[in-house]
Structures are given as C-alpha cells and as structure tokens.
C-alpha cells in the first residue's frame, strides 16, 4: 500500500503521451484506397483517396458524417444524426464497394456492462436507421465498445457528448 | 497451477475452537460489527529458524503475518523496537509478564525449517492478558516458493481464530491490468494474491478484455475480448494458460459471464439486433437458455450461493435497478427502491448480502443492501467506483476507482462491508474489474 502512490505516477506519466485514438477499422480504408489509384491522381485535379475525392474514406468521415451523437442515457437518434445518416445512406448506395462496421459508444458516466448494452443499442439505432434507408443489411455490422474507447478524455458534458456516438466505419471499397 | 501447500497437518495437536481456561477476564476476540473499532494490539516476533536456510525465510514469514492482520484495520503491530523479551524457543514457556508490559494482548510466535525446496511452519498464537496458549498451534507444509501462502495461512487462522469471521487470506484476485491515457488504454489479465503480491499476466495488451470471474474451484477463469473484433466470452485455464471462446451466433455479442456454484454453468449477457438479454449456458454442451425477454437492458447476472437464483440489472423500470429471478428464469422481483441507479450486483458467498454500484447525483457508490432490498448501507463515494468482488469471508470488497480528467487512470480498492478500512491494494500498473478467488485449498 505504501507503493502506490508510484503506480499512480507512471499511470501519469503515460497519460502526457496521449494522443487520439483512431478509431479501430478507420486507418485501414483510408490507406487502401490511396495506395490503389495513386497514378490516376491527375484527373480534374481530384486526388483519389484524398478529402476531395468523393468516393474516399476520408470524403466519407470528413464530408459526409461519419457519425452521430446521443444524449444522456439514451439510443434514439436525433435530427441532426438522422439528417447525417441520410447522408451515410446515400453514400453507401453510391459506393456499393464498401461495407460498414457501427461502432456504439458511451460517456464514462455509467457501469461497465451497462454501457456495453447502451452502446449496442446505440449502434443498433444508427444501422437500423440505414437499413430503413435501403442499405443492404448484409453489408452492415454492428459491434459496441461501451466506455472502452472513448475520443474524448477530459470528464465533463463537453467531452462526454463527443464520447456518446455511434461510429460508421468504412471497410473494403477500392480493394475488395 | 500445482497446489503448493502439500499438506495440512495438525501435528501440533488439535487447533480448537474454545476458549483459553475459565478466566474472569474478558477472552481474546474482536466483534467486527461493533460500532467503533480499537485495533487490537499484537506482536509477531522473526520467526525461529530451524535450519541454516531458514533465516531470511523467519523474518519475511513473520512480516506477511504482520502485513495481512494491520491490512484489515483490526490489529495494530506493536513494533519489535518495543519488545522486551525475545523468543528464542518455539518451544519454551512465555513470559507474559514481559508482553503484557508492552500492551501486546495477542502474540503469534513461528518456527520455520527449509530442507531444499522444502519449507515447513509452525506457529502458536497467545492470549498474553490470559495468560494462556489459543489452540495448540498448528504447522504448514509446503515449498520454497510457496511461501507467502503459508504466511497467510498463519494469518488466517489468527484472523479467524480472534474475530471468529472466515479466512480470506490466502485468496487470489484476478483483474485487468491498465496502462495508458483514457483514449489509448492498454488492458490485460492478470491473477494476483489478494494483497498486489506475485502479479502475473494472463494475456497480453493486443486486444480489450473485460470483467475476469472466477470459477467456483479457482481454476478457471471467464472473461470478454475483442479477440474476433466483437465481444465474446472466454474461458481460461489458469495452471495452462489456455483459452478457448465459448459458442455464440454471428451477429451477437456476448459479455457479463459469471459461473454458477457448480462450475457447469455460465450466466452471461446476450445482445442481438441492440437488445441485450440474460442466458444461461452448459459450459460442455453449450446449449444455452434464454431467462429473461424484455426489450430492456438486462446483464449483470449473479447467482446466489446455492445456484437457485440469479440477482442482475434491468432497466425496465427507465433506469438501472437491481431484480432477483430463479436461476432457471421467470419472474423477477425488483429488490433495489432507493434514489439513483444500481447496477453491478454481486451476491455475497454467505448469501445474506448483495454489494452494487450505485449511480446518484453524480457520484458512484459501492454498497450493499440485504436480498430483500432493506438495510441499504453505501461504502464508498467517488468520482467513479464499481464492480465489487467479495473476498471468500463475505467480509471484506474489493472494487475499482477511476479518477476523473483526463490523467484519469484506474485502481483497486478494498473495504470493510462496515465501510471501514477503505485502502489501495498496491498493483504494479493501474487496475480495474477484479474478482476475488475462493479461499485457496
């Protein structure tokens, strides 16, 4: 018991290491699709891959939406996330390549379990959501992560409403 | 893992649950539930070292005594820079006289033998104030590197022999070890003894795991991981180190799992299409059962002491509240009416409590509350407390606590179910999750 105030130091002494997390399947697209089309950059000054690309993955996180937020304790979808979903929607009907991962997550806010089953029905609402908007279910999936990753690390509303969110993870596209 | 202990010998003669002879004096006992606790004052000389090996071994033998019997806020050490006399004899008369004068009123005295990789103990226990020999003391055997669990096998036949409360001593804890910021936490399972000594992992940092629990022998273990990239239930040989996932349907995630008494079931939390339901599984066939079906968030699952029920959580009600059901489904009676959220139940080993994590007004609480929802009592209050494990007494908790920012980082605590005694268990990184072992054979 005497030692502990030395493991709560090299906790800290990680923490000022911290950076953002990528979301877990995010990387991967991003990079497959740049790497692919690389020597066809040229054309109309649209890099493929790239933020202006808008097939891309980037395109997808940056221009479409790539994911919605919740309120406190709750899975329902609000008009801004249903209006992004929309957005999300159109995208994968456009873009049949890709397939999709939702990822649901919760505030810190909550025990462990409970917030496992929150952020599925987090995830659950936003696929449910994109299915009704005629995205095949076979390409959807829907895992959540509970409190376990969240982007946001400060503990007040500002950083737990970024926290409650429903993640709409690209896979596939240009090299599947 | 080989048991270390070999044997359990009563070579000293019978250890006896009486008390010393009639005396007008009060005898040697602490009443846990007594409202204000002066820890009792006690001494445990370096043990005697019978063999030339034994030296280091006498003196490390006695100070995990020391360590576990102060640990539970009960006994104070009076320090030997105190003692007047020495033991130079296991077998010698003591003199009272000479610890009564230092206020010393119990006094655990200890022999210690190393014969290669073979260790024996011996100890006795004093009442000084009576005047009188508690029992007739008793001796371990074992190896070397076993040690530490005969220490506290010594410990807990004091513990239990002075308070009249179940060993819990010579327990394990397994946990999930955490290092990192908040946004990039490494997590990995790891088995300790129940005081942060002899911490091995179980896995390595690739990949979440969650919420390890014991089985009902302490050989094995079950826990979640995001091994496939969605959460599944494990269940892990300890001595080998061998996993193997347990059955589930695409599309699913399955996570929450505890073991029934018997070992042959597994309670988990099920969530498919965003509904997350209680079920039971055979742990050999697994052939699983649905118990309960709401559209509400169900999980949590805790069977009683005797395997006829299962306490959890629901949030049928609009907010997280605690329900009693039969093991095998049905009905469910909601046992938790206070302010705020429960979650996290955990049924004591002595089945008259159950100790939860409350959620109110912005604080967490580990608590406990009687099967029938009266005599709630909170422990603790924090930023962030949860999951509490029961140590093998039903006696003691053993929970996490996160600090809050974002240097947050997270750490075991335990506590006395009188709220008493709330202290960190020292651990070489942060942790979190933990589940308290049976008492070890």
Redesign the interface.
Known sequence: ????VT??L???A??V?????PDRFGADGTGAGAGLTAGAGANKGIIPGSANDPTSTVFFQQSVGDRVLFQVDQ?NLTAEGRATLDGQAQWLLTNTDYQA?IEGHAD???????N???G??R???A??YLISKGVPASRL?????GK????????NEACYAKNRRAVTVLAGGLTS | MKPLIASLCMGLGLWLNTTAPAQAQEPLRIIIDEAIIEPLPFAVPTFQAESAAAGQMANDLARVVAADLTGTGLFREIPSSSYISTVSDFNAAVRYADWKAINAQALVTGAVNVQGNNLNVKFRLYDVFSGAELGSGLQFSGTVEGWRRMAHKVADAVYARITGEGPYFDSRVVYVSETGPKDDRKKRLAIMDYDGANVQYLTDSGTIVLAPRFSPTGDRVLYTSYESGFPRIYVLDIGSVQRRVLESAEGTMSFAPRFSPSGQTVVFSLTQGGNTDIYSMDINSGQSVRLTNTPAIETAPSYSPDGSRIVFESDRSGTQQLYVMPATGGEAQRISFGEGRYGTPVWSPRGDLVAFTKQNKGRFHIGVMRLDGSQERLLTASFLDEGPTWAPNGRVIMFARETQGAQGSSTLYSVDISGRNLRPVRTPAGGSDPSWSPLQK
């Open positions: 018991m005497k030692r502990f493991s709560g090299l906790v800290a990680l923490a290491g911290a950076c953002t997390n899975s991962v810190e806010q909550g025990t462990r379990e409970y496992l089953a929150l599925a029905r995830a659950n609402a696929q449910e999936r829907v895992v959540s992560y376990e990753r969240p982007i946001e690390i400060c503990s």
